[in-house]
Each structure stands twice: as structure tokens, then as C-alpha cells.
């Protein structure tokens, strides 16, 4: 299922539909996450609002609702039928498609039942050097909007900043303007 819509994202960006089958895709990770039941609403344990780190993020969530995004500055409950996969875009696909495609601002609630989900993370190798594609920026005439990092680089960034993790690529990995 992963290398199926890595292929449908690469030929929708107008790269070759394997532009993803190397180390950009190469170290998957899957988190089991379980969110208790809070009745009390203002003490929900959940996570807060973030967008993912990874190249791109698999969800399957139980019957309970809980997943939120984040659209036009509005909140919006994802209200998918249950055990459903969701395709959650993430930072390092923000990078690759030079801006084109943004990573999915979102979070997870629920003050009344215990929740479930599995997220199926896609992440560049430590060492994979990620940067615009230059297919992309040569088809487009268009200057890059990222410098070229190591993904290690960008996620040591992004777990120990203490700062809004939805501004890591803007504050440190964006080319001067």
C-alpha cells in the first residue's frame, strides 16, 4: 500500500512514479497509540497541534473520533468511516514537492472514550540528504525554497525545539529570499 500511493504522489507532482522507492522512503516506522477517556474536557490527553516530520504518515484509527485538522485556521473533526486508513502528508513532502504539497496540521482528542490508533510513519533514511526535487524546479523554472539537509538534521530539530513544531522548515531549512 505505501510504495502504491508514493507512486500516485510522484506521478501527481510530475516526477517518475519511483521518485520515492529509494532512502526517502526508506525507514518506516509504527507507533500503537492508545488515548485513554478524560471526561473532563479542558484535561484531555491528546496530542497537541503538529504537523508530522515524516515523508508521509499511514493513520488506521478505531470507531472513535478524535482526529482533527487544521484548515483555513478552523478545526475540522475527521469524521472517516471506522478503521479506515487516512494518508496524512507530512514536512519532508513539503520539501520534496518545493512547497506544492503541505503537511497536514492536526491532532488528536477525545474527552469521552478511550481511543486507538495505528500510525504508520514513512521517513527518510538519518543520512538521506532531503531537498527539492530537481525535476521540479527545473520543469518550473522556479528557485528552490529549501536547502538541502540531512533528515537527521531536521528531526533532531524538530524533537528538541520546545518552539511551535509546525515553523521547524521555516526557522532553519529554508533558502534566503
Known amino acids: 500500500m505505501r510504495t ?9 507532482l510530475g516526477l517518475d ?4 522507492a529509494n532512502e526517502l522512503s526508506e525507514d ?7 488515548y485513554p477517556a478524560c471526561p ?27 482526529f482533527n485538522l487544521l484548515k483555513d485556521g478552523q478545526w475540522s473533526s475527521v469524521d472517516a468511516p471506522p478503521y479506515t486508513f487516512l494518508v496524512i502528508g507530512g514536512n519532508m513532502l513539503e520539501v520534496v514537492s518545493n512547497g506544492k504539497l503541505k503537511p497536514a496540521i492536526h491532532m488528536v482528542t477525545n474527552a469521552t472514550e478511550a481511543r486507538m490508533s495505528d ?18 524546479l527545473d520543469a518550473e523554472n522556479e528557485r528552490p525554497l529549501y536547502k538541502p539537509f540531512k533528515y537527521q538534521q531536521f528531526y533532531d530539530t524538530y524533537k ?5 513544531k509546525n515553523a521547524v522548515l521555516d526557522e532553519g531549512f529554508k533558502t534566503e529570499s
Open 160 to 164: 528538541t525545539g520546545s518552539g511551535n
Open 119 to 136: 500510525a504508520f510513519f514513512i521517513n527518510p533514511s538519518k543520512d538521506c540528504v532531503v531537498e527539492p526535487a530537481k525535476s521540479l
Open 40 to 66: 473532563d474536557p479542558s484535561s484531555t490527553v491528546g496530542l497537541a497541534q503538529h504537523s508530522d516530520p515524516s515523508l508521509l504518515t499511514i493513520l488506521h484509527s478505531d470507531r472513535v473520533p478524535g
Open 17 to 20: 512514479q519511483n521518485y520515492f
Open 4 to 12: 502504491k500511493i508514493l507512486e500516485i504522489i510522484a506521478q501527481g
Open 28 to 34: 518506516n516506522v509504527l507507533y500503537i497509540n492508545s
